[in-house]
T-cell receptor, first 121, second 112 residues
Framework: SQQGEEDPQALSIQEGENATMNCSYK?????LQWYRQNSGRGLVHLIL?????REKHSGRLRVTLDTSKKSSSLLITASRAADTASYFC?????????????????????FGQGTILTVHP | KAGVTQTPRYLIKTRGQQVTLSCSPI?????VSWYQQTPGQGLQFLFE???????NKGNFPGRFSGRQFSNSRSEMNVSTLELGDSALYLC???????????FGQGTRLTVV
């Protein structure tokens, strides 16, 4: 079963505009991650935010996390046609362990339903 | 480093048959996880292996099984295939760093 909802299910914008996707989840988490998937291919990891962080940036990506509301948002600024893809949030409930002991393996991720983003040239 | 490699990429099987999918993780990664992706259910966790031991398991019937070898390569087996098993099966490896999990391109299984 899915951890939560992603909103919107589909988003269509013009190149240069910003795209915002939201994710809600149900249980306590250690971290939340965002992934991108192009046309039914493998997922690509975009960014990870830990439960004690509120905001994180990576290039044109900005992620926020509100653990009190159990929600996260992904903002893509100045979008490009190449950003067209499905975007998924994934929650990881595992506790951090030292990496030499296996670490938090991100091995049991629970994914949202995803947002299909279309960026028109 | 080479990425996560899944073989085969495409597979067509008949109901009742069994199938084995293979995943080679990124060198040095000891954790390998499997996910099933369908249009109806989305991405669902199957199981995770770490150092040849199953560490986590999702809510799938016993027809779905897996194993991991000493070189961290993993296989997933589905016995007595059903039409509903048609899906994209994704393998991911990780090492517990902040870089998340690395996914392969998936195996597209079609059961007819």
């Amino acid at each position: 079963s899915q951890q939560g909802e992603e909103d919107p299910q589909a988003l269509s914008i013009q190149e240069g505009e910003n795209a915002t996707m939201n994710c809600s989840y149900k249980t306590s988490i250690n971290n939340l991650q965002w992934y991108r998937q192009n046309s039914g291919r493998g997922l690509v990891h975009l960014i990870l935010i830990r439960s004690n962080e509120r905001e994180k940036h990576s290039g044109r990506l900005r992620v926020t996390l509100d653990t009190s509301k159990k929600s996260s948002s992904l903002l893509i600024t100045a979008s490009r046609a190449a950003d067209t893809a499905s975007y998924f949030c994934a929650t990881d409930p595992s506790f951090l362990q030292p990496s030499y002991a296996g670490g938090t393996s991100y091995g049991k991720l629970t994914f949202g339903q995803g947002t299909i983003l279309t960026v028109h040239p | 480093k080479a990425g996560v490699t899944q073989t085969p990429r495409y597979l067509i099987k008949t109901r009742g048959q069994q199938v084995t999918l293979s995943c080679s993780p990124i060198s040095g990664h000891r954790s390998v996880s499997w996910y099933q992706q369908t249009p109806g259910q989305g991405l669902q966790f199957l199981f995770e292996y770490f150092s040849e031991t199953q560490r986590n398991k999702g809510n799938f019937p016993g027809r779905f099984s897996g194993r991991q070898f000493s070189n961290s390569r993993s296989e997933m087996n589905v016995s007595t295939l059903e039409l509903g098993d048609s899906a994209l099966y994704l393998c991911a490896s990780s090492s517990g760093t902040p870089f998340g999990a690395f996914f392969g391109q998936g195996t597209r299984l079609t059961v007819v």
